[in-house]
């Protein structure tokens, strides 16, 4: 029996009363993403940190912790899903953070929570900031991957402008 999800915990949040959850239980690597979609006009030429703090329980993996695209009309054009840096196995609150450069080509950005694997990743008191170039990026792009089919346009033409509810109170 395979499940994969995310939802909201009021027993295991590290402030307030509520955090975010993914879990994946079952045979197989199963994936679950907690995504938020907004557009790029406030970065542009800025850097850009996403930070949470996470909690797993009995995870295994490739890729878990945080991810975040930076995505031009027909191109990504920045990527991290902490993939060199998985968040695995059972732990206290530690936090974990992206970084990337938001070009001036920039349509929007794309992030969120990712848990590719087994077991429960719980999040909370997400933070998405400019700060200064002097902080490193942690971009796993070489080069902007083109995107051959309609690209990324339509996918941030009704998105926020700036990051809600990131602490899973609201």
Request: net charge negative; glycine share 10%; aromatic share 8%.
């Amino acid at each position: 029996d395979n499940s994969a999800g995310v939802g909201l915990s009021r027993i295991d949040a590290r402030t307030g009363t509520t955090a975010a959850y993914l879990s994946a239980q079952g045979r197989g690597p199963l994936q679950a993403v907690l995504s938020q979609f907004i557009k790029s006009e406030e970065f542009l030429g800025k850097r850009v940190r996403l930070s949470a703090w996470v909690k797993p329980k009995e995870v295994t993996g490739t890729v878990s912790g945080l991810w975040m695209r930076v995505d031009a009309a027909q191109a990504m054009l920045a990527f991290d899903n902490m993939s060199s840096r998985p968040v695995v196995g059972t732990a206290e609150w530690r936090q974990i953070s992206i970084v990337l450069d938001v070009p001036t080509e920039a349509i929007g950005i794309a992030f969120g929570a990712l848990l590719t694997g087994q077991g429960t990743l719980i999040v909370d008191d997400v933070t998405f900031e400019v700060v200064p170039t002097t902080v490193p990026v942690t971009d796993l792009l070489t080069a902007p991957v083109p995107r051959a089919d309609a690209g990324f346009t339509a996918l941030y033409s009704d998105a926020i402008s700036t990051p809600l509810n990131l602490g899973f109170e609201g």
